[in-house]
């Protein structure tokens, strides 16, 4: 019965917990609401940056020709105490607006933009990566949403474009579209449980200083249903990005982002009280959040359980000879580095949970070579 558990438990984020959404989704279609498309929104963008010479230019460029107001547009570089050409770069674009601060440490991204935010004054902040460039409606297509007065944050459609170079790019490029399946669900239903820092914006109000271990990703939707707005996906906001093209890049930014991951929800237990953020956002949180980030926990728990439990010594060969089994077949189909991505994934969880119980996980990030080079 154990094992069982454990094994539903593991599964429900990748089976149940899609099929539960879509049949609530099947019966709760709501009507589409158009909004006065006229008027736009006071917008500061800000893109954080920390040694990204070889692709600011390009970003700050990216920005300048997107398809909205100038007068409502401020573009904000927060660079994150980079000692290359980064900062001389911005400043050439000092005339067209573009605005260079800088931190007197390196303290990583949420740091960059806490300072980042003490600048602003408009009543929407949008936020950017140096490497991700937007499709020229993508701000307005952001911003639109904000017309509906109870949409705090709204997160965008972010593409990869290097999917058939490599087999992680690939295997990153199904996982994300599967993950953007499940957020256009949850947005549909009602808010979703984390964005994407490559392409998103918030209301001012809804904003706030944030721990520098942090990530906006997760603490920014769920601080906004926290405050009683909504968090919305929109994927005609589309922006595109190259995903690391190594198993061991992908790796190494799962790890950062599980161990702060967890940071996170143990910092912030009431995202676990229905009344700050309802139940059926706690489901998604859960569901979403919770028991994939334990996926890796929970798997090694069920093998270990399974072995004590069901398999005897003499039993052994027979269930060795059934995994063989199955390998060979992944490997006959060429699904097996997708199999081998997705156990990755899992064995990311658990050292991202072995770096935060350990004290280990840092603010910094390193940028995978291979999604800067142009």
């Known amino acids: ?3 069982i558990i454990l094994l539903l438990l593991f599964l429900h984020p990748f089976i149940s917990y899609p099929l539960t959404l879509m049949l609530l989704t099947f019966f709760n279609k709501k009507p589409t609401k158009h909004y006065d498309n006229r008027s736009v929104l006071d917008v500061t963008l800000i893109i954080v940056a920390h040694n990204e010479e070889k692709v600011i230019e390009k970003k700050i460029l990216n920005c300048l020709e997107l398809d909205y107001p100038k007068d409502k547009l401020k573009i904000v570089v927060a660079s994150d105490f980079s000692t290359d050409n980064t900062n001389n770069i911005v400043l050439r674009y000092s005339e067209k607006g573009v605005e260079l601060i800088k931190t007197t440490t ?10 980042a935010l003490k600048v602003v ?3 929407i902040i949008a936020y950017s990566d140096a490497n991700t460039m937007w499709k020229k409606s993508a701000l307005l297509n952001l911003v639109q949403n904000f017309k509906d007065p109870k949409v705090g944050y709204v997160t965008g459609k972010l593409i990869y474009t290097n999917t058939g170079v490599a087999d992680s790019a690939a295997s990153e490029g199904l996982y994300w579209r599967i993950e953007l399946f499940l957020r256009q669900l949850e947005s549909d239903l009602g808010s979703i449980t984390a964005g994407n820092g490559a392409i998103y914006a918030i209301r001012k109000e809804c904003a706030h200083e944030i721990d520098v271990l942090y990530s906006h990703d997760i603490s920014f939707p769920c601080g906004t249903v926290k405050r009683g707005f909504k968090s919305k996906y929109d ?5 595109e990005e190259k995903a690391g093209e ?3 890049e992908e790796f190494k930014r799962k790890v950062r982002m599980f161990g702060r991951a967890f940071y996170f929800m143990r910092k912030n237990l009431w995202i676990l009280n229905p009344n700050n953020v309802g139940f059926l956002y706690l489901y998604f949180f859960i569901s979403h959040r919770v028991l994939r980030y334990f996926g890796g926990l929970l798997l090694l728990a ?7 439990l069901y398999v ?6 027979t269930w060795l000879s059934l995994v063989s089994l199955l390998i060979f077949l992944s490997l006959l189909t060429k699904t097996h580095y997708k199999i081998y991505y997705f156990l990755l994934f899992q064995v990311a969880t658990l050292v991202g949970l072995w ?3 350990t004290g280990k996980i840092k603010p910094f990030w390193t940028s995978p070579k291979s999604t800067r080079e142009i």
């Open 302 to 308: 069920f093998i270990i359980s399974f072995l004590l």
């Open 355 to 357: 770096k935060y119980t």
């Open 1 to 3: 019965m154990i094992s």
């Open 235 to 239: 994927a005609n906001a589309i922006a």
């Open 246 to 248: 190594t198993s061991n």
């Open 106 to 115: 390196r303290l990583g991204r949420a740091n960059a933009h806490n300072e």
């Open 121 to 123: 004054d408009s009543s």
């Open 312 to 317: 005897s010594i003499f039993s052994y060969l």
